[in-house]
């Protein structure tokens, strides 16, 4: 007890004061830059890309649904999700993948915001001939609509 007494004793009357070395300039902060979120819409190619998550989340609330491991409230959600997804995807530009996103967006009324996708809507025909031609602009494009099954397995 003795020795470490002496020790921090000895410590104290050196003046240590725990920099890195006396005297010197204390290193200032880095500072990282944060770029404030920057609300960009996304281009053809991108809407092509965020319709097929659209359809992603149909499919796989479809499957789990049918094989008993979601309720229909559940599905529903999911379903509202879908549609809130399409319903912020840009329309408004000229071209046939904006056009045929026009199409999809007006077939349910229940698109309007917040409201989600019903799914009597998006497995109603006027979804199906509607989703034909954004497919083949984005094909176009040489980005083509891809879904991802996750559900299952």
């Not at 809130?84 to 530009?93: C, F, H, I, T």
């Not at 000229?94 to 019903?118: H, M, W």
């Not at 998006?122 to 040489?142: K, M, N, S, V």
């Amino acid at each position: 007890m003795a020795v470490v007494s002496g020790l921090l004793a000895a410590l104290a009357l050196s003046g240590c004061s725990g920099d890195a070395e006396a005297g010197s300039e204390p290193t200032p902060p880095v500072e990282s830059p944060v770029e404030s979120p920057v609300e960009s819409q996304p281009d053809a190619s991108g809407i092509c890309a965020a319709f097929g998550d659209v359809l992603s989340i149909l499919e796989n609330a479809d499957i789990a649904l049918s094989e008993g491991r979601m309720d229909a409230q559940e599905h529903r959600g999911w379903y509202q999700l879908a549609g809130r997804v399409l319903e912020r995807l840009p329309s408004g530009a000229e071209g046939g993948v904006y056009d045929a996103l026009a199409a999809l967006q007006e077939i349910d009324p229940a698109t309007a915001p917040g409201k989600g996708l019903g799914s009597a809507a998006a497995r109603a025909p006027q979804w199906y001939d509607a989703q034909e031609p954004l497919g083949a602009a984005c094909d176009e494009l040489g980005t083509p609509v891809a879904i991802s099954m996750f559900t299952g397995g």
